[in-house]
């Protein structure tokens, strides 16, 4: 099935270790997007990229990090430079090639850094 | 920041329509309103969009003023499973690309048996 892949779906990890969170699409997308949420809270985005080798800080860049070196996947890296990780992670994609279609979300990740 | 507003929470009765408001009054000429939902602790999923005129598909209702500074998303027949957050998006276009989906806090629907 078509579809974007959040992994893995709760993640834990010491303070001070950087981790990476996998996002791959298999719907052709051309725009990728990564979010936090916290509890009770809205969407903020993290980084976007809009085409392969290219990325753009979002609201809430700060300790993070992002590669885009293949179309389908977009991982995230949590730095120990970022104050509070723990979060619910969400990834998400869009096409470019239309004017107005929608974004597909994957289900998240909960990182929790103890 | 988000370019919209909505209030933080609404009730509805179960088999009732839930109308959900969105303002949007600096929205430009290009952009369109987007609809989501997030069931608790999953993705948002999406429902509905448009640009001026008034969209339906088998989810809901979109009823965008003539003026579109202001949207209201319809549930024409609201069940505890639409118990969610509701998002109201508009989606930035510059060029031929997308632009990034701006969140804000969204509305809390629940629905009352």
């Known amino acids: 099935d078509g579809g974007i892949t959040q992994s893995p779906k709760y993640l834990f990890r010491k303070e001070g270790q950087n981790v990476t969170l996998s996002c791959e699409q298999n719907l052709n997308h051309d725009a990728m997007y990564w979010y936090r949420q916290d509890p009770g809270q809205g969407l903020r985005l993290i980084y976007y990229s809009q085409i392969v080798n290219d990325f753009q800080k979002g609201d809430i860049a700060e300790g993070y990090s992002v590669s885009r070196e293949k179309k389908e996947s977009f991982p995230l890296t949590v730095t120990s430079a970022q104050k509070n990780p723990t979060a619910f992670y969400l990834c998400a994609s869009s096409s470019n090639r239309d004017s107005n279609t929608e974004a597909f979300f994957g289900q998240g990740t909960r990182l929790t850094v103890v | 920041d988000a370019k919209t507003t909505q209030p933080p929470s609404m009730d509805c009765a179960e088999g009732r329509a839930a109308n959900l408001p969105c303002n949007h009054s600096?929205?430009?000429?290009?952009?369109?309103v987007y609809w989501y939902r997030q069931i608790h602790s999953q993705g948002p999923q999406y429902i509905i969009h448009g640009l001026k005129n008034n969209e339906t598909n088998e989810m809901a209702s979109l009823i965008i003023t003539e003026d579109r500074k202001s949207s209201t998303l319809i549930l024409p027949h609201a069940t505890l499973r639409d118990t969610a957050v509701y998002y109201c998006?508009?989606?930035?276009?510059?060029?031929?690309?997308?632009?990034?989906?701006?969140f804000g806090k969204g509305t809390k629907l629940s629905v009352k048996p």
């Open positions: 600096t929205i430009s000429g290009n952009e369109y």
């Open positions: 998006i508009v989606r930035v276009n510059y060029g031929g690309s997308q632009g990034n989906l701006i």
